[in-house]
């Protein structure tokens, strides 16, 4: 296990496709990493070179992501787990509880966008939202 200083890790929770990308990419970065699924099988998404912590574990026990995911040392924290209803409680927790400078949370339904607008910090993320504005994008450029 590695050590940390104050306030420069970044904390992803989910270890799908996405979580593990981002992973990787900050772990190749050299940047402190902690990544948290509740199933262990997760990890092998990782890249066998990825230098940061594994931690598996309920992300919405508080206890689990002070002691275990040592949050209150997260710059970033980027919540993509595949439950729309933990990535929602766990923006709260992280602007509300921890005061995380920076938390991006993905949102398969874009209207919970709404639920988290008003919370420092908070940037959230919906594929479907970003796939009409690409498609939109496209479209446009074919016009011209």
Do not use: W
């Not at 970044?10 to 990493?33: D, M, T």
């Not at 938390?103 to 919970?112: A, C, S, T």
């Amino acid at each position: 296990m590695s050590k940390f200083n104050s306030r420069n890790n970044v904390l992803i929770v989910g270890c799908g496709r996405l979580g593990a990308s981002i992973a990787n990419r900050y772990s190749e970065s050299g940047i402190n990493v902690i990544v948290v699924d509740k199933d262990e099988d997760a990890f092998d998404r990782l890249d066998q070179l990825f230098a940061g912590d594994r931690q598996v574990g309920d992300a919405t026990n508080i206890s689990f992501l002070t002691n275990a995911c040592r949050i209150e040392s997260a710059t970033r924290v980027f919540l993509v787990s595949g439950n729309d209803n933990v990535n929602l409680f766990l923006a709260h927790v992280c602007a509300k509880v921890f005061s995380i400078p920076r938390i991006y949370v993905r949102f398969d339904d874009p209207d919970r966008s709404e639920l988290v607008k008003d919370l420092p910090g908070v940037i959230a993320i919906s594929p479907f939202q970003l796939t009409l504005e690409k498609l939109t994008a496209l479209e446009k450029e074919d016009e011209q």
